[in-house]
């Protein structure tokens, strides 16, 4: 089995840019996130399970979960996110273990986890915890930018995230991605450069 490095952050820390920074390395790079967002597509697998458990309206005319209204449901009814990630997250957990059983060749493998510091089932499945690391006004600015949602619709989703402080003691390695995209590739070449050097204690 490789050396997996869960990496994790905030909302619009930096996650995908990191992750390709890696990928471009030749590393692979297993994204829980773009599972997640496979499962949901039209004609995903987790479609018609969603249907089944809140109906027609959580889907939208192409039948792709409506994440607009998955995120008002949610946040009215908090037992809503239960329900959905009881569908998705044995699927995503499937998924990943494939992915990871796929590239078991590889010297380490990049798992992207939005969620890692908060899902304890995670944490003790990765050998090693990369924290993308960002102010929390960087990250609010960047959502509102690349997600067009409003301020106050980007802290609700903060709320429900582990605070910045909490991530950072959880994490072995930090990525300082508050400036420029240019600060991130001398990061990556040296975090690299370590991993490689590393050997799982589970493979
Ligand atoms: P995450 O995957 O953690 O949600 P992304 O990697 O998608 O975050 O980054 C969030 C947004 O901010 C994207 O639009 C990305 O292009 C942009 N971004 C990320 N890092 C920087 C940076 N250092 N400078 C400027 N924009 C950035």
């Given amino acids: 089995m ?5 990496l994790t952050g905030g909302i619009g820390s930096g996650k995908s840019v990191v ?16 599972t997640a967002h496979a499962l949901t597509a039209p004609g995903g697998a987790a479609t018609s399970a969603i249907r089944a458990e809140f109906g027609d309206g959580m889907l939208d005319a192409e039948g792709a979960l409506d994440r607009v209204a998955m995120r008002r449901l949610v946040f009215a009814e908090p037992s809503a996110r239960k329900r959905l990630e009881a569908i998705l997250h044995p699927m995503i957990r499937s998924e990943s273990d ?18 890692l510091i908060e899902s304890g089932d995670y944490r003790k499945r990765v050998d090693r915890v990369a924290v993308v690391d960002c102010a929390v006004a960087t990250q609010i600015a960047r959502v509102m930018a690349r997600n067009k949602l409003a301020r106050d619709e980007v802290e609700r989703i903060l709320a429900v995230q582990a605070a910045r402080s909490e991530r950072l003691a ?4 930090v990525i300082d991605n508050d400036g420029e995209l240019a600060g991130l590739p001398p990061q990556i070449e040296c975090l690299h450069r370590q991993y490689l050097a590393l050997r799982s204690h589970v493979g």
């Fill in 19 to 34: 992750a390709r920074l890696f990928a471009e390395r030749g590393v692979p790079v297993i994204d829980t996130d773009v």
């Fill in 170 to 173: 959880a994490a072995d390695d």
């Fill in 98 to 115: 494939r992915q990871l059983a796929a590239n078991s060749a590889a010297r380490y493998v990049i798992l992207v986890v939005p969620l």
């Fill in 2 to 6: 490789s050396f997996v490095v869960g």
